[in-house]
C-alpha cells in the first residue's frame, strides 16, 4: 500500500517536471510563480494568524494598563520629564 502510494507520488512529480520543460521561456515563469505562491500560503496563513493574535493582544494590554482620552493613549507608568535647572 505504501509503495503504491510513493510510486504515484513519483510518477505525479515526474510529469509536472516533464510538463515544465515542454513549456515556454514565459510559461513556465508563470508555471514556478504559481508553485511559489501555493507552496508558501500556508506560511502565509500561519503568518497572518501570528500577526493578528498579536495585534489584539497589545490592544488588549493597552485597553487594561493606561488611560484614554479620546485617541491618546497614556500609560500609567509614564514620567514626566524633569524641568531643566
Not at 521561456?25 to 500561519?46: E, G, K, N
Not at 484614554?68 to 507608568?77: D, I, M
Amino acid at each position: 500500500m505504501v509503495e503504491k502510494l510513493l510510486a504515484g507520488a513519483v510518477l505525479a512529480v515526474c510529469a509536472v517536471m516533464l510538463l515544465r520543460l515542454c513549456l515556454g521561456a514565459r510559461a513556465r515563469h508563470r508555471f514556478d510563480h504559481a508553485v511559489r505562491t501555493i507552496v508558501r500560503l500556508p506560511l502565509w496563513v500561519v503568518h497572518r494568524m501570528r500577526a493578528s493574535r498579536g495585534a489584539a493582544e497589545a490592544i488588549r494590554r493597552a485597553k487594561a494598563k493606561g488611560e484614554w482620552e479620546g485617541n491618546v493613549y497614556t500609560p500609567k507608568s509614564f514620567k514626566r520629564p524633569r524641568k531643566p535647572h
